[in-house]
């Protein structure tokens, strides 16, 4: 039998073709739970053309001030986190091409839960079923054979709060100004009080203009955060729009578990680009 080094199997595997990862569509995309409405479903759809593996873990995210997301093993102060709290089904599936499953979330909040906002992540992460082992060469696997396994893995999280009692927010911008460093992309600084996250998009609208020329979607701040830059790239056309214009930045929540404040303007600010 022939016997391959670490290299030479590795350049070898890296020349076999590597399986195209599923495309998992998910909605919701964020899951908003109370004591009073304590379960809800995702539904996951295969969108890629083959059958696929998902697995689906629980997990601790706290957000730096950038917007971006690290592991949080442990609770800093003023992190309540809901992985002890929560309930889900299936946490395996398999998905044949254009099929689709039901997950299903549960809360548990005790009556003596603290008020507070609650959040951990579901992870969902994918591999084509197709994808096997193989070993390299041709041959039969044996005891000092090697084995390498190339599988295009892909994973999306989905911010799961429980909110427990009567909470409120409230956000200021402060600024909004080109970043020194990277011409194209614009930094708006959001600073949030209160008791809970909030969650709405960003527009821009030059002055004179009736309708919004930029908007950026899906803009959290997660609690305990007090501050947010939200970093945005604009495309070459709109960065030549605003530039040198009067620009009205808005931020508008789309909280849909909070239905009483829905398109109420959290911020605003109007500033020359």
Known sequence: ???????????????????????????????????????????????????????????????????SLDDAPTPQAGELFADDKLR??????????????????????PPDLAPGEYRSHLRLMSAPVSAGASTLGGEPAGDNSLSIELVAIRSLTI?????????????????AA?????????VVRLTRSGTRSTYGDVSFTPEGAKAPLWVVRG??????????????????EVRAQLAGKRVRIDYTSTDAADPANAGKLLASLTAAL
């Open 219 to 236: 803009v959290a701040i997660y609690t305990p955060n007090t501050t947010r830059d939200v970093v945005i790239p604009l495309p070459p």
């Open 1 to 67: 039998m022939h016997r391959f080094s670490l290299a030479a199997a590795l350049l070898a595997a890296l020349a076999t073709p590597v399986p195209a990862a599923a495309e998992l569509l998910v909605a919701p995309t964020r899951v908003v739970l109370t004591p009073d409405a304590r379960s809800t479903e995702l539904v996951l759809v295969n969108k890629g053309t083959e059958t696929a593996a998902f697995r689906i873990n629980i997990e601790n995210r706290r957000m730096n001030e950038n917007g």
């Open 159 to 175: 911010p799961v709060i429980l909110r427990v009692g009567t909470l409120e927010a409230s956000v200021t911008m402060d600024s």
């Open 178 to 186: 080109m970043a020194e460093d990277a011409p194209s992309q614009l």
């Open 88 to 109: 889900y089904s299936p946490r395996q599936l398999v998905l044949e091409p254009g099929a689709r499953q039901v997950v299903r979330i549960l809360a548990s909040a």
